[in-house]
Each structure stands twice: as C-alpha cells, then as structure tokens.
C-alpha cells in the first residue's frame, strides 16, 4: 500500500499501484489556485479497493496536507449495483476509504463516484484489465559494488493489454551494531543491568514505493517487459543490512491511463521545463458532475492485480557498508580544560550516548544510543509473513 501527498498544479503524480503518491513542486503563477479534489485509487476486483482524498493547495498555503474524510465513496456497475466504501482512520497513517470489489465481475464495467461538499464527482465507466503474473523480480550489483538494483520481467498474452504500471511495499530487518546488557537509568542516575531482554537488538522498517513506475510494450514483437528498472538502493542503506523482502504490485492499464502517467512521471523528472508539459495541462478520466467549471485530479484504472514477493539477505547482496560506532571510554569525555574535568553519565546520556559494556580494567564503554537500541532506525513492528522467530 502505498503513501501520497499533493499540491495542485504545484503537485506530481508518483503512481503506486493500490494508491498514488505525489510530490509538490514550484510554479510561481500558481499561487492562489483554489483548493482542487484529488482522488487516487484504482478499482481493483479480486481484492479491496482503496480511495485516497485530499485537497490541493496554492503554494501560498501552509505546508500541510489536508485529507478528506467528510465524503461518500462507492463503485457503481454498468447494471447500477453500487458498492460503498467505509472510512479508515488509522494512527501514522492518511485517511483512506475501503471498498470491498472483491466480487466484481470482471466481465462487466465500473466506475468510481464520489460526493463530496455537495458536488458529485465520477470517472469514466471502465473496461478491467487482468493483469499476467509477475515471472521474477531480480536484481544486479553495479561495477562499483556501491548500489543494487532491481527489475522485473513478466510475460503478458499477445492479445491483452501492452501497458504496466507498477508499485511495491519494503520491508526490511535491521539489527543494533552491537548488544548490550546495561543501560543508564536518568531516574536513579545509576548504570543498571537489564534484569529482561530488552528487545533492542532486531528491529524493522517499512516503505512504499513513492515514483511512477510504467512500461508499454506496444513496439514489441511480444507482449513481454524484461528487466524493468524498479528500485536502486544504496551500500549504505539499512534496507540491505540483513534481510530485505520486497512485495511487488503489477497492474495492467489502459494506453489512455499509460499516456497520462507517462505525462506526469515526465514533469518528475523534468521538473520546471520550459519546454516540458505541466501537470496543471493533465486531464485524467474524472469529472465533476455537478458543476463542469469544478476541476479534479486523478487517474482511475480497473483490474486486477497480481504480485509476488521475494526475499534478500545482506550475504546474497554483499555490498552493505555499515555506519560508525567508535567506543568511548570515560577519557574521552573529559572536557578540554585544566585539569580535565569528566563529564557525568547523565551529559553523556543527554548527548545521545548509551552503555555498551561495563569491565574491570576500563569500567564503562559507550557508544552512540543508535549502535545498541535498533529502535532509533526501525520500530519493533514485525511483519506477520517474517521468516524468523526473533522480536
């Protein structure tokens, strides 16, 4: 799933598959535009549909993004069957709203509605595309060793659809540089021994994937789209310092949808041209029925979605280079005067300094509180799917 923020005409599309995410960028006579309605969501059947809306601001507003929740949203069949969908609120994350499409004839056309401020506001009704399933996703080091990155390959029919769009959910585990059996307690003022595990060691992080990612294979003998660029990362990025999943979405899209995202991912990438097309030049397949002069952004496609997930050690990939973590001892704190004065173990604490270890020969070691808590990179939010039993 997938996370979104937008400026009108001063915003970008970055497509993801379950929903969009954009990104604001600067245009000088767009200021004082009024607020606009932007909907992003596909229709998607065999699974639930999720509906993102917010509203678009003039660059003089404030840099909030402010979500729509007072709407009714819901999917109507070519026949009038509607489907409504229900308000998520949720902690950390946008408002959504959920529609459960997982009945929908496949056979049979749909189109997204919604009411909201008094104006109702529709797409086009809308053929599905099923979409192929995805053959592999692989990745490749560069000759440097300093990046990875990552592709897919899939093999649609000869007849289906020539267009793709993508999206993909990380996930991944890190783990503290080194572990630790003591802790600084500022309420005592003591150094004290975890009586516990702390369960500070082994942590996670999660992501969506926030570009347009899309393919059209209509110049192709074949229907097949190999090698397709999805992700680079980094040698120093924790995604790849011991185990990373990557949960890919493919979603097959009409030329229309594919020309449209192909428009936005060009602003992107070519943000400010003078030459270039301008997001605010975009018209997508939803329109306000209620008032033709009321403006909306967004492109809404159907079908289903197909995915696959893989998983990739830090030995598969091989390249991660891990950030500092010096030792210091009690020298290394004295303050440069004469003579040295020490600090204490509460201005070590305070400057983001945790225990490492306590010996006999030099008493206290420290360390930056990132290097033994794996809470200050990640959260100790652990994948249901996870492949190992540690927390």
């Given at each position: 799933m997938i996370y979104r923020m937008l400026r009108l005409c001063s915003f970008l599309f970055l497509g993801l598959m379950l929903t969009t995410c954009i990104i604001p960028f600067t245009l000088n006579e767009l200021r004082g535009v009024e607020a606009t309605l932007v909907i992003e969501g596909d229709i998607i059947l065999q699974g639930d549909t999720k509906v993102y809306l917010s509203l678009s601001?003039?660059?003089?507003?404030?840099?909030?993004?402010?979500?729509?929740?007072?709407?009714?949203?819901?999917?109507?069949?070519?026949?009038?069957?509607q489907y409504a969908g229900l308000l998520i609120v949720e902690a950390n994350t946008p408002p959504y709203f959920i529609i459960d499409s997982k009945a929908?004839?496949?056979s049979k056309q749909y189109k997204l509605c919604i009411l909201h401020n008094g104006k109702?506001?529709?797409?086009?009704?809308?053929?599905?595309?099923?979409?192929?399933?995805i053959y592999s996703i692989d990745y490749q080091i560069n000759d440097t060793r300093t990046t990875?990155?990552?592709?897919?390959?899939?093999?649609?029919?000869?007849?289906?659809?020539?267009?793709?769009?993508?999206?993909?959910?990380e996930d991944w585990e890190i783990t503290s540089k080194y572990a630790t059996n003591f802790f600084f307690d500022p309420i005592s003022n003591r150094i004290l021994?975890?009586?516990?595990?702390p369960h500070i060691f082994y942590c996670w992080n999660q992501s969506e994937s926030t570009s347009i990612i899309i393919a059209k294979t209509d110049h192709l003998d074949n229907n097949t789209v190999y090698r397709q660029q999805l992700n680079i990362i980094n040698c120093t990025s924790d995604r790849i310092s011991h185990l990373y999943s990557m949960e890919l979405y493919q979603m097959s899209i009409s030329k229309e949808a594919y020309d449209y995202w192909s428009v936005l991912k060009k602003n992107t990438?070519?943000?400010?041209?003078?030459f270039s097309p301008q997001p605010c030049e975009m018209?997508?397949?939803?329109?306000?029925?209620?008032?033709?002069?009321?403006?909306v952004l967004g492109y809404i496609?159907?079908?289903?979605?197909?995915?696959?997930?893989?998983?990739?050690?830090?030995?598969?990939?091989?390249?991660?280079?891990?950030?500092?973590?010096?030792?210091?001892?009690?020298?290394?704190?004295?303050?440069?005067?004469?003579?040295?004065?020490?600090?204490?173990?509460?201005?070590?604490?305070?400057m983001g300094y945790a225990v490492v270890r306590v010996e006999l020969v030099d008493p206290i070691e420290w360390v930056p509180l990132s290097c033994v808590d794996c809470r200050i990179r990640g959260n100790k939010n652990k994948p249901p799917f996870w492949p190992n039993d540690h927390l």
């Open positions: 601001r003039s660059l003089d507003g404030e840099d909030v993004i402010c979500y729509v929740t007072d709407a009714m949203v819901w999917i109507e069949g070519e026949s009038g069957d929908l004839d496949v109702q506001f529709e797409s086009d009704f809308l053929s599905p595309l099923k979409s192929p399933e990875v990155e990552f592709f897919v390959t899939s093999y649609g029919e000869e007849n289906a659809s020539r267009y793709y769009k993508w999206a993909f959910r021994q975890y009586t516990a595990d990438d070519e943000i400010g041209g003078i018209s997508g397949n939803i329109r306000c029925l209620s008032d033709a002069n009321t403006k496609s159907a079908g289903t979605i197909t995915s696959k997930r893989v998983f990739i050690s830090e030995k598969d990939i091989g390249i991660y280079i891990s950030f500092d973590c010096p030792f210091f001892n009690e020298s290394d704190f004295n303050q440069p005067l004469e003579p040295a004065i020490p600090l204490t173990n509460r201005e070590k604490f305070d």
